[in-house]
């Protein structure tokens, strides 16, 4: 009897990237194995994932934090709880950063992302308020960024100006928080110093080139059994081109903050960075595109010590320190 053929892995593991990231790609499970996603109006079915997800990612995120060491306190700010985490040897400072989780608008909440959270405090030395704003379907888009404009409000009522805010989320939070930016501005409530996206979740339908080209390349999720049904949990159909919904259709030419955009080249969002990136780039914004070989979703928070996520997450701390300081920050 001839031995059964080993079977080809679902995921190209490139040469072209560190051995470390090489290893964490090997971990990856082929999305198409996962569940299919809940109807998008299905609560009962989304509260039970959401539980599960839950569960997992608190067990990931709690090592992570134990690393790190911030000081974490739960708070209500403008009517919303949120996670206040204060790196090691944080100094009293106007300066915060408001970070929006991502998850696919539908996972995940504060504290289970507070691993994401602890990272980016370490790195740039910055107080992060992060929201545990409404999961969809409880919530559609509108709601949300309501929600994150609330506490951004009610920060400023506590003394800090715009000029101290940075808004930062990763995945659907950096749509999220892209969105927030816009209503914003368009409401004339100001907008934070600065902004940066990471693998940002802009476009909630399936219409930028890399949807398709990097379909089977995606070892997250695949947009018709995961992503389609959490955006219709996210915004219904006929609101799923609006710019608070999926800021790349946004009008650029009334402003923005200076943007920094980071993913990897095997996401199937990559069209929308770019795009995103060409928006503000045509509006004569300030913005950065920075774009990684063979790195996954998200990588510099899941695989924190590649060389990789260690370059990504130095450019993330020179930026957020060249935007917080006072007198040389770029006006949008």
């Known amino acids: 009897m001839s031995s059964p053929t080993p079977q080809e892995p679902f995921l190209h593991i490139p040469e072209t990237v560190s051995k470390e990231a090489q290893e964490f ?6 999305p198409a194995q996962a569940p299919p996603s809940p109807d998008p109006g299905d609560l009962a079915g989304w509260k039970k994932v959401q539980a599960f997800v839950e569960k997992d990612a608190l067990i990931q995120s709690e090592p992570i934090v134990k690393r790190y060491g911030p000081t974490i306190a ?25 970070y929006v989780h991502g998850g696919g608008h539908t996972l995940y909440s504060a504290k289970s992302t507070l691993g994401r959270a602890a990272i980016f405090a370490d790195d740039t030395g910055h107080r992060v308020i992060s929201v545990d704003y409404t999961l969809a379907p409880e919530a559609k888009f509108n709601q949300m960024s309501d929600e994150v404009i609330a506490v951004i409000q009610a920060l400023l009522k506590e003394g800090h100006s715009m000029n101290d ?26 907008m934070p110093a600065a902004a940066i996206l990471v693998s940002p979740w802009v476009d909630v339908t399936r219409t930028g080139d890399t949807e398709f080209t990097l379909a089977h390349a995606e070892p997250n999720y695949l947009y018709e059994k995961h992503s389609k049904n959490a955006a219709g949990a996210y915004a219904d159909p006929k609101d799923q081109k609006h710019p608070y919904a999926s800021p790349v259709y ?36 300030v913005v950065k595109l920075d774009i990684y070989e063979g790195m996954p979703h998200n990588f510099a928070s899941r695989i924190p010590e590649a060389p990789e996520s260690r370059l990504a997450r130095k450019k993330i701390h020179d930026f957020v320190h060249f935007y917080l300081e006072p007198g040389q920050r770029v006006a949008a």
């Not at 946004?250 to 993913?263: A, N």
């Open 25 to 30: 790609l090997r971990t990856l499970k082929d």
């Open 74 to 98: 739960a708070r209500n700010v403008g009517g919303t709880l949120v996670q206040d985490v204060r790196p090691k040897g944080w100094k009293e400072s106007r300066k915060v950063v408001v």
């Open 165 to 190: 805010v940075l808004i930062y989320g990763d995945s659907s939070g950096g749509g999220l928080a892209a969105a927030v930016v816009l209503k914003m501005r368009d409401k004339g409530l100001g």
């Open 250 to 285: 946004g009008d650029f030419s009334k402003g923005f903050p200076p943007t920094l955009i980071q993913g990897g080249t095997k996401e199937i969002l990559l069209s929308g960075f770019i795009r995103l990136y060409q928006a503000l780039d045509r509006a004569g914004l």
